[in-house]
């Protein structure tokens, strides 16, 4: 699409491969983006502010925490970036001599079992933001089908937000 200079496409997309930031340089119509991270403690925080240039760091596996991914399956992807990380110069370049590269790396059989022990969903990890059987939440959820939210006033929105709060035990 950027050879295309008549045409001139405008294409969104999202993409964690850092390389693609160097595309700027090659192509002036090519532009990044990234949103606002800031870490705390070991966690993230997305800051909701989209900021001009590419971003120097993935921020993938805390995203697979925050998604409730099971522990197993981010630690190794945790070994994974240590891999690919020790492999790499301070100007990102590859210093692999020969190492078998991590894509090609055999890794152990998967069965069942294997899933069932080492991957299944964390006791404890939030699968569902809610209970999905909470009658109080089914009423919400009727109430929301039932706004005309095309012909609600300002007013009768806060209204009916109030009587959304009420009914999950708020004030």
Known sequence: LHG???????TLFATHYHELNEMTASFPRIRNCNVSVKEVDGSIVFLRKLVAGGSNHSFGI?????AGMP???VRRAEEVLIKLESNRNENGESTNS????????K?????????????????GV????FKLDDPALE????????????NLTPINALLKLHEIRKVVGGK
């Open 62 to 66: 805390n995203v697979a925490k925050l």
């Open 4 to 10: 295309y200079e008549k045409i001139r496409p405008l």
């Open 71 to 73: 522990r197993a399956l």
């Open 139 to 150: 009423d919400v959820r009727d109430r929301l089908l039932d706004l005309d939210i095309d």
């Open 98 to 105: 020969g190492e078998p590269k991590i894509s090609t790396v």
């Open 126 to 129: 939030q699968m569902s933001f």
């Open 107 to 123: 890794l152990p059989s998967v069965d069942d079992s294997f899933i069932t022990k080492n991957i299944a969903a964390e006791p």
